[in-house]
């Protein structure tokens, strides 16, 4: 008898499985994410955040530890379970919370104080199904940012029938968990008005102390925008892109196709 176990299930789905696979580095990724937000929002602090799609919650932790105020939110009830237990163990419930809502509706009924700074990397806003959806994102991320505020998007550009297949490996560990994730990208065809989906195919092996390894197989698509239809995305929403850098942010840069770029937008006036 085989002591492999196999199945088909979605990545996201174990939020513990998540975080071990995506906590490494979160300390570098925080202090480059708050780089780039003390460009755009300069002399204010500490600041106060808002992560759509936030996870396991590790970056509205990590921000929490450095005596930001940080709130998250994901349509995962697990996830979001998971990080207020994480916030908890860490004494950090009064400066980090979350809640669970759709990134097109998340501010409906709810009562929030402006935020400084939103934030959504490493292209998890082009898991919105459509430009429509998108639209009703930035509307909503637009309406909690104070006067000033800035919208930081980390986003891979498109360029349609010139990119190749690529492949990236992650892991991690943490106590008796460890876990690596192949991820193919295969990117969208060559029809930039019509066909737009990138498709990601992963491969996670998961092994727990005393267990044997499971595998976890899923596949899922990432809506594509080159940079021309992500400045008419933004404009539909009301909102401009005011800057771009580097994903460290430390240089401003300016945005090509195919590249992943961090972008400040801000309220159209």
Known sequence: MSSLVSRTADFYADPLVYDVL?????????????????RFVPGREPLRLLEPACGSGRFVIDLAARGHECTGFDLSSDMIRYANARARERGLGRLARFFVADMRTFVAGRRMRPFDVAFILINSIRHLPSDAAMVDHLRQVRSALRPGGVYLVGLSLCAYGLESETEDVWRGSRGGVSVSQVVQYLPPPGDRGRARNERVVSHMTVTRRGCPPMHLDSTYVLRGYDLAQWRAVTARAGMRIIGCVASDGRRECEPAEPGYFVFALSAAR
């Open 22 to 38: 995506h906590a490494p580095g979160t300390r570098d990724d925080v202090a480059a994410l708050l780089r780039i937000a003390r």
